[in-house]
């Protein structure tokens, strides 16, 4: 089952929520990240520096399992999935944005997240690892769940502009309906679960959330002050403070073979979603304060 899962209908449902976000999308907004780079360039950053160095210096002062610790470590190391995508769409961010930086820091973790994640390992267990991910792998993974299908519902909007204004108003509760049965078969059908998943889940998840609400305000603040515009500000913010917890937990059940470091990655995709769109939706309203707009959805 989960194999079947895994290799199909994550894959499958990752593209068709892609597809989704296409007919929201126009050519000219992806041209205005390149024109304007500071967003994006910001995003990076936050993802490959600020963030992992926000847990460092949490964890360093939390009496926790060594190996929870590296759990998280490894979760900031990882980039925001299409879950970064949906929440925006949902709050109407910078859609364009957001989409581009998941594409993009899902490569260069490539190189990052080996290293964070071995730093880790050295500062709170003692120990090194060798992690290398599949390249190739990803690169194609990229181009048919992200590329590709964000491409075909572009171009549906383009050649069919009223059928994709229709359809936005029913994809608005049908993608996040997707992307949560994704995350109850990642949680109910994994093939390590056990009874001991329920207290494991009660012992991380308030870190999770704390890690989850700092890392967003660190980098919403950054955002603010470097004034990249509302939208930009919590688009960043979103996309650093949910991750791509697919990648955490086969990094740590297959590369670290640590059930523990997967737990982590477990709990705070589980989680983090709400939690996330929660942060988002004060952040957009403290952007709109004084505009006269009150109307989020």
Same mark, same amino acid.
């Given at each position: 089952?989960?194999?079947?899962?895994?290799?199909?209908?994550?894959?499958?449902?990752?593209?068709?929520?892609?597809?989704?976000?296409?007919?929201?999308?126009?050519?000219?907004?992806?041209?205005?990240?390149?024109?304007?780079?500071?967003?994006?360039?910001?995003?990076?950053?936050?993802?490959?520096?600020?963030?992992?160095?926000?847990?460092?210096?949490?964890?360093?002062?939390?009496?926790?399992?060594?190996?929870?610790?590296?759990?998280?470590?490894?979760?900031?190391?990882?980039?925001?999935?299409?879950?970064?995508?949906?929440?925006? +769409?949902?709050? !109407?961010? =910078?859609?364009?944005? &957001? /989409?581009?930086?998941?594409?993009? *820091? %899902?490569?260069?973790?490539?190189?990052?997240?080996?290293?964070?994640?071995?730093?880790?390992?050295?500062?709170?267990?003692?120990?090194?690892?060798?992690?290398?991910?599949?390249?190739?792998?990803?690169?194609?993974?990229?181009?048919?769940?992200?590329?590709?299908?964000?491409?075909?519902?572009?171009?549906?909007?383009?050649?069919?502009?009223?059928?994709?204004?229709?359809?936005?108003?029913?994809?608005?509760?049908?993608?996040?309906?997707?992307?949560?049965?994704?995350?109850?078969?990642?949680?109910?059908?994994?093939?390590?679960?056990?009874?001991?998943?329920?207290?494991?889940?009660?012992?991380?998840?308030?870190?999770?959330?704390?890690?989850?609400?700092?890392?967003?305000?660190?980098?919403?603040?950054?955002?603010?002050?470097?004034? +990249?515009?509302? !939208?930009? =500000?919590?688009?960043? &913010? /979103?996309?650093?403070?949910?991750? *791509? %917890?697919?990648?955490?937990?086969?990094?740590?059940?297959?590369?670290?073979?640590?059930?523990?470091?997967?737990?982590?990655?477990?709990?705070?995709?589980?989680?983090?979603?709400?939690?996330?769109?929660?942060?988002?939706?004060?952040?957009?309203?403290?952007?709109?304060?004084?505009?006269?707009?009150?109307?989020?959805?």
């Amino acid at each position: 089952m989960q194999d079947f899962f895994s290799t199909y209908l994550l894959p499958l449902s990752l593209a068709i929520i892609m597809m989704g976000m296409g007919l929201s999308l126009e050519k000219r907004d992806f041209t205005n990240v390149i024109r304007y780079p500071k967003p994006i360039i910001t995003g990076i950053i936050s993802q490959v520096f600020i963030l992992p160095s926000v847990a460092f210096i949490l964890f360093s002062f939390i009496d926790l399992n060594p190996f929870i610790k590296v759990g998280f470590i490894l979760i900031t190391a990882c980039a925001g999935g299409s879950a970064t995508n949906v929440i925006t +769409l949902i709050l !109407k961010g =910078n859609l364009a944005l &957001s /989409i581009s930086l998941t594409a993009i *820091n %899902s490569l260069i973790i490539l190189v990052t997240l080996p290293l964070i994640v071995n730093l880790g390992l050295v500062i709170f267990i003692g120990e090194e690892k060798s992690i290398q991910l599949d390249v190739m792998n990803t690169i194609i993974n990229i181009f048919f769940t992200i590329i590709i299908p964000t491409f075909i519902g572009m171009s549906v909007r383009h050649y069919f502009y009223q059928f994709a204004l229709k359809a936005q108003r029913y994809l608005r509760i049908l993608l996040p309906t997707i992307l949560l049965s994704v995350f109850i078969v990642i949680l109910f059908f994994d093939e390590n679960n056990s009874g001991n998943n329920i207290n494991n889940f009660i012992n991380i998840a308030p870190w999770a959330l704390l890690l989850n609400f700092v890392s967003m305000l660190v980098v919403y603040l950054l955002a603010k002050n470097l004034r +990249l515009g509302g !939208k930009n =500000n919590f688009t960043i &913010s /979103i996309e650093v403070g949910l991750k *791509n %917890s697919i990648v955490g937990i086969f990094v740590a059940e297959t590369l670290l073979n640590n059930y523990e470091m997967a737990m982590v990655s477990v709990v705070y995709g589980s989680i983090t979603f709400f939690s996330t769109l929660f942060f988002g939706y004060l952040a957009k309203r403290i952007e709109l304060w004084g505009f006269g707009y009150r109307k989020l959805f």
